[in-house]
């Protein structure tokens, strides 16, 4: 495998379900990033880890719990969703904070 | 708060016409970056652009950063199917995050 890859694809999940992302980056890079997408509206940064250390979390509700286990890995626990909080959940990584960021191809979410 | 806005939102035109596309901001930015995204994927990074009033290209792609380091431009010359996609542009902004524009949808018909 090569750059960000991401798991599932398609998530579709009941508003009491608890369910997790995952992202894995083979680019060696230090910074990871948890992003929402929805219509018509500027990627929203969620988390953003720096060798493995949380340095923002934007105002994200608690619903939604980040976890980087190591600095190849990051995950998105998501409990009691909205169904608001369908989007498209984006996982990318950089060498470093506003370098260049590479992107997987998102995780579609739905929540019923 | 910083904030980009791109124009239009949306464009749509045929194969072979030229385009221009629009970051606006009344702030400045270090440097913003253009990235493309085509659909059931992530962006893709196109352009840095650093230096006030610099300008580059990417075969039929003209990117140019505003002398203020406040607006850019993306200029695409006969346009193709292949462009298609949503073109994003990220500022680098003044607390240590890039600030992102909505972005512009862009259909090229055959």
């Known amino acids: 495998e090569t750059g960000v890859t991401q798991t599932p694809r398609h998530l579709v999940m009941g508003m009491t379900n608890k369910k997790s992302l995952k992202c894995e980056q083979h680019l060696g890079h230090n910074a990871m990033y948890w992003y929402k997408q929805s219509a018509k509206k500027p990627l929203e940064l969620m988390f953003v880890y720096n060798f493995k250390e949380q340095t923002e979390n934007n105002s994200v509700p608690s619903r939604f719990s980040p976890e980087c286990p190591n600095s190849s890995h990051l995950f998105l626990h998501l409990h009691t969703l909205q169904p608001e909080d369908s989007a498209l959940y984006l996982c990318?990584?950089?060498?470093?904070?506003?370098?260049?960021?590479?992107f997987g191809p998102g995780t579609r979410l739905t929540v019923l | 708060t910083q904030l980009l806005e791109q124009s239009p939102q949306f464009l749509s035109i045929q194969e072979g016409e030229n385009l221009t596309v629009y970051c606006n901001s009344s702030?400045?930015?270090?440097?913003l970056q253009w990235y493309r995204q085509e659909p059931g994927e992530g962006p893709v990074l196109l352009v840095t652009v650093v230096t006030g009033g610099e300008v580059k290209k990417l075969k039929r792609l003209t990117f140019q950063f505003g002398d203020a380091r406040k607006d850019s431009s993306l200029h695409i010359t006969a346009a193709q199917p292949g462009d298609t996609g949503l073109y994003l542009c990220a500022g680098a902004g003044s607390n240590y995050q890039l600030i992102w524009g909505a972005g512009t949808k862009l259909i090229i018909k055959p």
């Open positions: 990318a990584s950089s060498q470093e904070r506003l370098r260049e960021q590479f």
């Open positions: 702030s400045v930015f270090s440097s």
